[in-house]
């Protein structure tokens, strides 16, 4: 035991001690939370939002298109097809694509990196708060769709949309895992992001369909792919695995994930992209 | 109780054949603080980097009061403050924002964050900026909420590079006094910088670095002593009230005392000759004079070419 002025090694000069990092994950979100709704970037991401869902609700109520007026389950259908994904993708650009890549290009991992605190506990508060802010603006669009929906068809919602709102979420969440590991890989932001989204909005679901059509294989390994789920479950009935079709001499053979294997394949993506992307931010220099 | 330290132990990092740094071996031990000299791309940032964790040494060991960085940097920056050259801070935060965020990481208790904010915030003179934006704040401005974060949890040790970069003259001295202020509070302090003046005001003990080598690391007399020209010297003393042209007169007329000049009302520079022996006699006559001084060290221009001399031999 010492005396007055005594202290002990992992505390500082009045003897406190270091947060868990547990702790220091929800400052981290919470401070970057904070800095990420206060950006451009999330109010031009709320205004696309608000803007494709005005554009739906006029365009319904106007021409009250019978594929969206037929039954509540075909309502969700046609109304989540249009632009659910693509919100998620766009949130997943916008608030992953730098979030690493910026940390080292503008410097501000500088500020962050030098106190107490582990890489991994950075990254993962980084990405909590990345997932909040897209939740954040999906909800914008959830509620705008709820609302069309109570409007015509009462506040029967199918529970297929429950599902499918849960599959948008895990499709969320691994969209952020790989724009995380590509936000890791890269030196520069500006990259980062237009790798994430070339990525997302044009390479896979070309791959998807050469891979389908041309080579005539399921494309397992195609995060787009496993995000059919989302579309799918709200289709009754649940389109089949495995359809061909004989167009005189040639077959023609369309995939449709599985709920099971969709949810795997998103799964997976998310796993191992961001277990990936943290051992690339573990391992880079801040030089 | 332990004291504070830092550790070097062959120190080495190399980019692909070039290496930045090599072999540094260093062990700064206790309060005080030591000044980290060199030329533009000596070393000096890349081996403040791995001290905290921030790149990886290529061989070689970091630690922090023996607790090495790369193995558990956690516990290792646990008593730590640092500023790394210019960090950028996110631009949506306000200034007092992004030091909460820094002290709540830090572990400062919730009941007296708010206080340890303020009181760093007013260390830096940013009082006015408090809710400003750091996005839209200067470099100058950015460099003391910097500055902020690394003392906002009072930590025991401090790494500094080259704090005052990117300040105007008032702001560098006024960094220098915040420096100084932190230097009574009994801690270590390792801190890079190309003011001489600065460094031999402030530190006790200097390490040299070139080349990715260390040249020297010695007590700040000792090193310009020894390569003192002939048996010349120029020290600096400090007094803590104006001085008066009759204690100049008394002074100049000290045996040994060659020359003077009153660089500020309450700060001498003096030529001595005579070796170790006639400045502890001129020291001793001065403070016998009863004209209130209060320091006594080589003057920067004696650091300053000691420096020269060893940076020179050693290209
Ligand atoms: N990522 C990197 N890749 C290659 N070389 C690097 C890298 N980072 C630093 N260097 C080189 O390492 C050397 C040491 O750089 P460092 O920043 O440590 O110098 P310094 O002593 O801090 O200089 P200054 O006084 O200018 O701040 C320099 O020659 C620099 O070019
Ligand atoms: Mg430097």
Redesign the pocket.
């Known amino acids: 035991m010492g005396g007055p002025g005594e202290r002990t090694r992992g505390a500082d000069a009045t003897g406190r001690s270091i947060p868990g990092s547990a702790s220091q994950l929800k400052t981290i979100a919470k401070y970057e939370l904070m800095n990420y709704i206060r950006t451009r970037r999330f109010y031009v991401l709320l205004t696309i939002t608000l803007i494709m869902s005005g554009l739906l609700t006029a365009v319904v109520a106007l021409y009250q298109p019978a594929g969206f007026l037929s039954s509540p389950l075909g309502f969700y259908s046609s109304w989540w097809g249009m632009a659910a994904t693509y919100i998620l993708i766009l949130s997943g650009i916008f608030f992953g694509g730098d979030a690493i890549s910026g940390e080292f290009q503008n410097k501000t991992g500088y500020f962050l990196v030098v106190n107490p605190v582990k890489r991994s506990t950075i990254y993962a508060g980084k990405w909590v708060a990345a997932f909040i802010a897209s939740l954040a603006i999906f909800s914008a669009f959830v509620a705008v769709t709820v609302a069309n929906g109570a409007y015509y068809f009462g506040l029967d919602v199918p529970y297929q949309f429950g599902l499918s709102l849960a599959f948008s979420v895990l499709y969320l969440m691994s969209i952020l895992g790989v724009t995380f590991f590509f936000s890791a890989i890269f030196k520069s932001a500006s990259i980062s992001i237009l790798v994430t989204a070339i990525l997302f909005l044009f390479a896979f679901s070309l791959t998807q369909t050469l891979v389908s059509n041309l080579a005539q294989m399921e494309p397992w390994f195609l995060i787009t792919y496993g995000a059919e789920v989302i579309g799918n479950v709200l289709k009754d009935p649940y389109p089949t695995h495995i359809v061909t079709v004989q167009l005189g001499r040639v077959t023609f053979t369309t995939y449709n994930a599985p709920i099971l294997n969709g949810v795997a394949i998103m799964a997976a993506y998310f796993v191992i992209c961001a277990a990936l992307g943290l051992v690339i931010f573990e391992r880079r220099d801040f030089? | 109780m332990t004291d504070p330290s830092i550790q070097a132990v062959e120190l080495t990092k190399c980019?692909n054949s070039?290496c930045?740094l090599s072999g540094l071996n260093l062990r700064l031990e206790g309060a005080k603080c030591v000044g980290f000299l060199?030329p533009?791309?000596?070393?000096?940032?890349?081996a403040l980097k791995m001290l905290t964790g921030m790149i990886r040494p290529t061989r070689g060991k970091a630690l922090i009061n023996g607790i090495d960085v790369q193995e558990n940097k956690k516990a290792a920056l646990s008593t730590c403050g640092a500023l790394i050259e210019t960090p950028e801070i996110y631009p949506a935060l306000s200034v007092k924002e992004a030091l909460m965020m820094v002290a709540e990481i830090r572990g400062v208790p919730s009941t007296v964050r708010k206080d340890a904010v303020m009181k760093a915030i007013a260390e830096v003179k940013m009082e006015e900026w408090i809710d400003t934006k750091c996005g839209k704040l200067s470099k100058g401005m950015k460099q003391r909420v910097n500055l902020a974060a690394a003392l906002v949890s009072d930590p025991i040790i401090m790494l500094l590079d080259?704090p005052s970069s990117g300040l105007d003259p008032r702001g560098m001295a006024e960094v220098r006094e915040i420096v100084k202020g932190l230097k009574k509070k009994d801690r270590l302090i390792f801190m890079s910088s190309?003011l001489l003046g600065e460094v031999t005001e402030i530190c006790d003990e200097v390490a040299i670095l070139d080349h990715g080598k260390l040249l020297a690391y010695d007590k700040l007399e000792r090193l310009t002593s020894a390569l003192a020209v002939g048996n010349t010297k120029e020290c600096e003393a400090s007094f803590s009230r104006d001085l008066g042209s009759d204690a100049l007169k008394e002074i100049a007329s000290i045996e040994g005392v060659t020359g003077l000049e009153l660089v500020e009302p309450k700060r001498l520079i003096l030529r001595l000759e005579g070796g170790n022996e006639a400045q502890e006699r001129a020291l001793a006559k001065i403070a016998g004079l009863g004209v209130g001084l209060i320091a006594f060290r080589p003057s920067s221009s004696a650091l300053e070419e000691t420096y020269l001399r060893l940076v020179k031999d050693s290209r």
């Open positions: 030089s | 980019y070039f930045a060199g533009n791309g000596a070393g000096k940032t890349t080259e190309h």
